[in-house]
C-alpha cells in the first residue's frame, strides 16, 4: 500500500511533523531509528521547554510527544531506514530488515550529533556534567566553574553565553589561536570571567558519584595538570545525521539540508527537512518541534495542490 508520508527519526522534529499529519488526516508511518526520542535523551532535566513551570525530566518529554503521536493513530515504527529513492512521482523507503515502503512524501527529521572527543570518562559523564549544548544546560550552573572545549565560533559563542551565567568559563583550545570569526574573538577576549587554556588538550574529565569534578589537561610542551570544574561543555561542533540523503537532496558544505526560506521544501519534489538535520543556527527542541509542525503542514499543502500534477 502506497503512504501518503513517511517521517524518518524519532526526536521532537519527527514526533511533532507526525502529530500534525495524523491530525491532518495523513495517516503517516514514523520510523523512529536508532536513538528513539533523539539528542535531547542524551541530557537529563529540560527547563526551557515551555509548559513546564519546573521544566521536565528529557526522556519523560519525549515519552509524552511518542505518546501523543500514537494515541492519535499514527504507526510508530522501531524500524531503521537504510535507503530513500525516487520511483517516479514518489520514494521507495527501505529498511534495515529489507522491508520497502512506497510513499508519496518523506519528511527527513533525522536531527544532528553533537562532535565529542571519545574519551570513557566524556562518556561516563553524559549528562552528569557532560554536555554538548550550554542553551539546553547552561541554567544548571549559575555561578558555578565550566569549561568549553573549542575554539571556533560554536566554542565561543557557548563560552560567552555560559559567561553571562557562570561565575568563571575556562576556552580549552588546542591551538594557540582561535579559528572564530574576528567578532566572535573580540566578545570573548572582552569578557572577563573567560579565561583561555591555550595549546591545551583534555586527557580525562574528572568526576565522582555525583558528577563532573574537574578536568585533566596537557599542554602541548607535555606539563599535565587538573582544573577544578563543575561542567564540560562540548563546544566543536556538531554533524548532521544527512548522509543516506545526499544523492536525494541538496546539502551545504557542513552537510545540512538545504530547504527553502519559507518553508522544509527540500531540492527533491515531495521531500521536506525538520529539526537540526536542516537547522545550522538554533538546535533546539523548541525550534525542531516547530520546524516538525511545519513539515506536516508543508506535506499537507504538497499532497493537496502538486502531487498529482
Known sequence: MKRNCVIIGGGPAGYTAAI???RAGLQPVLFEGMLPGGQLTTTTHVANYPGFADGIDANALMQAMRAQAENLGAELRGGIV???EAQGNDYKVTLDGGETIVTKTVVIATGASAKYLGLPSEEKYKGLGVSACAT???FFYRR???AVVGGGDTACEEATYLASLCKKVYMIVRRNVLRASEAMQKRVFETENIEVLWECSTKEILGDEYGVTGARLQRKDGEVFDVQLDGFFLGIGHHPN?????????????GYIRTAADCTRTTAKGIFAAGDVQ????RQAITAAASGAQAAMDVKAYLDSEYEK
Open 144 to 146: 558555578k566553574t565550566v
Open 279 to 282: 537547522d545550522t543556527r538554533y
Open 82 to 84: 537504510t535507503g530513500v
Open 136 to 138: 539546553c544546560d547552561g
Open 242 to 254: 544527512s548522509d543516506l540523503f545526499h544523492a536525494l537532496v541538496e546539502v551545504d558544505e557542513n
Open 20 to 22: 500534525y499529519a495524523q
